[in-house]
């Protein structure tokens, strides 16, 4: 467990379904997987009373939020680079200038951009893995992501982003899900990247909730009307 620099009340985060979203899937994922203690609460994305409780919480409306006493971070950046300061000992960033700058770099560029790939393969979870054509745009995505990875990978050394895993691994995570749901078609040192990230303790925690939940939403579905659903 890591501890922060002030031993208090542990954070909590309030998060979406775990199938499906892959905002709050980041956050979770950088705390889960750098050891640092929080509660959490899901709150399904269709929920007639979503609207109105996150908006208690958060004056966006929207998930993941985090609360750590009466303070309150939302979306997915922020809430990394706020538990990057108060909890050092997880190594979100990593220690040299160089690596940390290109860290946020890649880390802002996946926060802003890659809209057609999102819009084209959504993250799913249970979705069983079988591919789904790709339009130019969503091509060109994956392009620049698989490179990003191999630049990445190609100075760190692996097995992830900047060596261990961090704030950058975290906010591609949701991609190497999507990539790994929808068979794309990557390069090798992508590959590797994405086994080391599919092997985490982590991940297969998420996923085996993931499984479990009674949620359906159909326009994360790209098969409807059928589901995919592979068994929990």
Known sequence: MILRKTKIMAPHLIIGNKNYSSWSFRPW??????????????????????KARILDLSGA??????????????????ILEYLAENFPAARLWPEGA????????VASEMHAGFAPLRRQ???????????????????????RIDEIFSVCLTKSGGPFLFGSFGAADAMFAPVVSRFHTYA??????????????MALPAWHEWRAA???????????EVDWPDVLKEKA
Do not use: C
């Open 98 to 105: 160089a690596a940390r700058a290109q860290a946020r770099a």
């Open 210 to 220: 993931a499984l479990r939940e009674p949620w359906v939403l159909e326009h994360d």
């Open 29 to 50: 994922i950088a705390m889960k997987a750098t050891g640092i203690a929080f509660e959490e609460t899901v709150i399904s994305l269709e929920a007639k009373d979503f």
């Open 184 to 197: 794309v078609d990557v390069s090798a040192a992508a590959r590797g990247y994405m086994n080391a990230v």
């Open 61 to 78: 409306g929207k998930v993941p939020v985090l609360l750590d006493g009466d303070i309150r971070v939302w979306e997915s950046l922020a």
């Open 121 to 143: 393969l959504p993250m799913n979870m249970w979705r069983p893995v079988k591919a789904r054509a790709l339009d130019a745009e969503a091509a060109a995505n994956v392009a």
